[in-house]
């Protein structure tokens, strides 16, 4: 053995995750949410994409999101989702498999717009985009998860 120990770092605690129920709470609640997506996500796109994934709803978007966070590269499809996720991707500033993430993350916000735009917002619930943003670990504050995504990815 040598005589010399190695330190171990102190590990920061992750912090314990939104959980959906406070995440669809505070987006019924406070509606500047929508106007910042509006404002940073939405107004980079096409905008016929965004009505063709409007109509289609978030669901396609959550696929595609999961897909983009659980593989290092993607093929992307001829469908809407696919194209969207190409814009994205080509504005979000970052590089390599952090590129990805980001852009998955951005995805996510993107559907929970799309589905925050329906006259009841009983869609939210059920949201899996909402889902999926809530179990991120990086996020601990309910008021943060949007625009944290949105900062994280350089909208």
Request: overall charge positive; some cysteine.
């Amino acid at each position: 053995m040598s005589p010399h120990r190695r330190r171990a770092r102190a590990r920061r605690p992750r912090p314990v995750p939104v959980r959906v129920e406070e995440l669809v709470a505070f987006l019924r609640a406070d509606r500047a949410w929508r106007e910042e997506v509006a404002h940073r996500l939405v107004a980079r796109l096409d905008q016929r994409l965004v009505r063709s994934a409007k109509a289609a709803g978030c669901r396609p978007l959550a696929h595609v999101a999961e897909e983009l966070d659980s593989q290092a590269c993607v093929d992307p499809g001829p469908g809407t989702p696919y194209q969207l996720a190409k814009a994205v991707y080509g504005q979000v500033p970052l590089r390599g498999a952090a590129r990805l993430r980001q852009t998955a993350r951005s995805l996510r916000v993107l559907g929970v717009y799309l589905c925050g735009a329906h006259p009841d917002d009983t869609d939210l619930a059920q949201c899996p985009c909402a889902a999926a943003l809530a179990r991120d670990p990086r996020q601990d504050r309910v008021d943060r998860v949007v625009s944290g995504a949105l900062d994280g990815a350089g909208f």
